[in-house]
């Protein structure tokens, strides 16, 4: 569980660069992987297979390990199972898939964007959710980072699914934005407030 919580602290390492992008273009990349996450992970439920089944219906590229290998360090999960990538409005955005998560990435998104449409959908649930704020922080140092998580409690199963978003402004880091879907396995509790 422990490795789960960490994974999307790992895709913001200190690595690259890219190049300048206007606000108006944050913005909508920001939007853009917004929508892509609920569509993707939260709408198949971001078990490997319904978000396989998903990707192969769009216009999504699945990776291979050569492809992979070739991403900045700390772009993906040391973990993913699978990976896609598709081109939108001009920025790249990664799909992946772990045991236990679907995320979505990109290199530059405008994090209030983010907040705002993120909020609107960890609040929204579904039935048999019970949505609730885990986490909102921010720190300053070493770089910028935003990071918010809501706990969905399945009232049915008892179970928990956590939703993250992790934001920098940061041009030193790989992604500025990643968002997860995380399912704790099935073996393990879940662990509320942690």
């Not at 108006?24 to 490997?48: D, H, N, R």
């Not at 992790?166 to 399912?183: G, K």
Request: net charge negative.
């Amino acid at each position: 569980m422990l490795k789960t919580l960490l994974l999307p602290i790992a895709v913001f390492s200190l690595a690259s660069c890219s190049q300048e992008v206007k606000p108006e273009q944050s913005a909508a990349y920001a939007t853009e992987a917004v929508k892509l996450f609920e569509q993707a992970c939260v709408q198949t439920g971001g078990g490997a297979a319904a978000v396989g089944e998903w990707a192969g219906q769009q216009p999504f590229q699945k990776m291979t390990a050569e492809d992979i290998k070739n991403l900045p360090p700390g772009m993906m999960e040391l973990d993913a199972q699978s990976v896609w990538q598709t081109e939108r409005q001009g920025a790249v955005f990664y799909l992946s898939t772990t045991s236990d998560s679907c995320n979505v990435k990109t290199a530059k998104a405008d994090g209030t964007v983010v907040e705002k449409a993120f909020d609107r959908i960890a609040l929204a649930g579904r039935p048999g959710i019970e949505p609730r704020l885990e986490e909102k922080s921010f720190v300053s140092s070493p770089f910028p980072f935003t990071r918010i998580a809501y706990i969905w409690h399945e009232t049915d199963s008892g179970g928990d699914i956590r939703l993250t978003a992790n934001m920098s402004s940061s041009e030193q880091l790989p992604a500025q934005l990643a968002l997860s879907f995380i399912r704790p396995p099935a073996n393990i509790p879940a662990v509320n407030g942690e």
